[in-house]
């Protein structure tokens, strides 16, 4: 089970958390020095000391994401994830263009990471829940959270016909995932491609205007294609700054 879930358009907080991300963690060079550094403070345990450290810190951290401010400041999380990318909708040099006055912007997920990542940080580090865990899970949950979140809009499979919504009257309605804006040393392999961003009018949109719009987006799909590296690299400096 995911994270979060999307609900009427919405990314929300599940409550409940599936483990695989943990488990995938401690299983890394940072996830198994933490584990090592609870172990080393335990005593004997007869099935061993880093079996009960990673049972304690699994138990820790699901009780301290499940917690009221927990489940607050994952809600919180979303948001500013969502709003980061609505943002980026006003950022210059972003490939755009208008369907029926109306602006279609792509957004690159490598961009919208950086961004969001600053602003979830701060809102984890304000709960109590996760204020006092070590640097380590602090990292873990940032990073886990933010993916999280994403694959939630992802899953959710939005189109213009279905949007995800976004603040200030966007929707997010379309995803790509292998389109390699920047190095992915820098990026980061999960952040990869871009979202496509759409300003909805006040009015629902007549069958003429969404197929317009799957139009717009598969005429910017094929126009960033032909981009060089260079040109993509200096969009998202530009878009950033």
């Known amino acids: 089970m995911g994270w979060f ?78 709003r980061c990318i609505t943002s980026l909708a006003y950022a210059q040099g972003l490939p755009r263009t208008t369907v029926d006055l109306h602006r279609l912007v792509l957004v690159p997920r490598a961009l919208i990471a950086a961004r969001a990542r600053a602003g979830i940080s701060a809102r984890l580090s304000q709960c109590g829940a996760f204020a006092n865990r070590p640097p380590a899970e602090r990292s873990f949950l940032l990073e886990t959270v933010m993916a999280q979140i994403d694959d939630a809009m992802r899953q959710a499979k939005p189109t213009v016909h279905k949007p995800l919504k976004g603040s200030d009257g966007w929707a997010y309605i379309a995803v790509d995932t292998r389109f390699q804006w920047v190095d992915l040393y820098w990026s980061g392999e999960r952040w990869a491609g871009h979202w496509f961003v759409y300003e909805l009018p006040p009015a629902r949109l007549s069958r003429g205007s969404r197929s317009a719009i799957e139009e717009a987006v598969g005429g910017l799909r094929e126009s960033v294609g032909n981009l060089p590296r260079e040109r993509r690299q200096a969009l998202v400096q530009l878009a950033a700054s």
Do not use: M
């Open 5 to 82: 879930k999307v609900n009427d358009g919405r990314v929300l907080c599940n409550g409940q958390i599936s483990r695989d991300p943990f488990d995938a963690w401690i299983a890394t060079r940072e996830g198994s020095a933490a584990i090592a550094a609870v172990a080393a403070g335990l005593r004997f345990r007869l099935l061993g000391k880093r079996r009960a450290a990673r049972r304690q810190v699994w138990r820790e951290l699901t009780t301290a994401i499940r917690s009221e401010q927990g489940r607050a400041a994952l809600q919180d999380a979303a948001d500013i994830y969502s």
